[in-house]
């Protein structure tokens, strides 16, 4: 019997699989590409320009559209201090999560270029905080082909996103989250130039 009642618990309601997880997200992501008509290129443009609907697939499974690449001073590794506007929402038809940090009186996001993480890390304990849900390596890895006053929009995968740092916080909720985001428009500016 305690055995039969083990097994039986052992079969009750689980959270979905990684697998199962990154099925939604690749169906989500194909979704809003075909919604929105956009067109993926295999390389980064020769000449750095995107058209309104280009993106490229970067390495890291993020795609990347460069708007503006700005004005050409280019951030240094783990001393250039970014504040970044964007304003981004989920793609899986049950997430809720929206976001806009344009306008008068909403403080920008800051991180210091190559350590994204201490940013994010800093608000660990602060769920509401924007830092905690979008700040992300798959964000920082723009920076790698823009510079300041750049702006960009981005998909970016859950694995290169905000859950890279939520799984396995502890809270039950919080062990599902995997959430795919579109950035429909970011913009980075530095603070020590």
């Not at 280009?54 to 504040?83: A, H, W």
């Not at 403080?107 to 602060?126: D, R």
Request: charged share 20%; hydrophobic share 35%; net charge negative.
């Amino acid at each position: 019997m305690i055995i039969l009642g083990l097994m039986l618990g052992s079969c009750t309601k689980r959270g979905k699989s990684f697998a199962e997880y990154k099925k939604e997200e690749r169906e989500a992501i194909n979704n809003l590409i075909a919604k929105e008509n956009f067109e993926i290129l295999n390389r980064y443009p020769d000449n750095g320009v995107f058209g309104e609907k280009q993106f490229v697939l970067l390495e890291n499974g993020c795609y990347l559209n460069v708007i503006d690449s700005g004005n050409g001073n280019r951030p240094i590794m783990n001393k250039t201090v970014v504040l970044m506007r964007c304003s981004t929402r989920g793609i899986t038809p049950s997430d809720s999560l929206v976001l806009s940090i344009f306008g008068n009186g909403i403080k920008p996001l800051e991180f210091v270029y190559g350590n994204i993480q201490a940013a994010k890390m800093n608000n660990y304990n602060n769920s509401i905080s924007p830092e905690y849900w979008f700040l992300s390596p798959g964000v920082e890895s723009a920076l790698e082909h823009v510079g300041e006053n750049a702006v960009v929009r981005m998909i970016i995968p859950f694995d290169n996103g905000q859950s890279e740092y939520l799984y396995g916080i502890g809270s039950a909720y919080q062990n599902d989250v995997r959430v795919p985001m579109y950035y429909d428009r970011i913009r980075f500016v530095f603070d020590d130039y």
